[in-house]
């Protein structure tokens, strides 16, 4: 029967998992975000040309929550880079989680807009 508290081997390999996960992630988001940015850059500029105002508004939107999803898998994706899993001091520290959390956060607004119009090939 296993305890409660979780112990070290549980915790390194607990880790291990969320590890590869978030690096997964962050590996998916840089294949495809660069493309995402792209295609709505085109869609936003475009209704911008045709004179669409509330299109173009909401493509700006569009951009400006790509460039955050962007902004956040830059900074954990650099921060994952650093983390050596045996290392039990990084699950420990605050400011390793608050990137992981930053980058779930962004990655949890509503951008239907974007994955609607790009692939992620």
Request: proline residues 3%; neutral net charge.
């Amino acid at each position: 029967m296993r305890s409660i508290h979780p112990d070290e081997g549980d915790e390194t390999e607990q880790f291990e998992r969320i590890f590869v996960k978030l690096r997964t992630a962050c590996d998916v988001a840089n294949h495809a975000l660069p493309h995402c940015h792209t295609e709505v850059t085109v869609h936003k500029d475009n209704a911008e040309t045709a004179g669409k105002a509330r299109d173009a508004h909401y493509w700006s939107l569009a951009l400006s929550k790509c460039n955050a999803v962007i902004r956040a898998n830059q900074a954990l994706s650099s921060r994952l880079k650093q983390v050596k899993l045996k290392d039990p001091g990084v699950r420990n520290q605050r400011e390793f989680w608050q990137l992981c959390d930053a980058f779930v956060q962004v990655c949890n607004i509503p951008i239907f807009l974007m994955i609607s119009t790009c692939e992620l090939t």
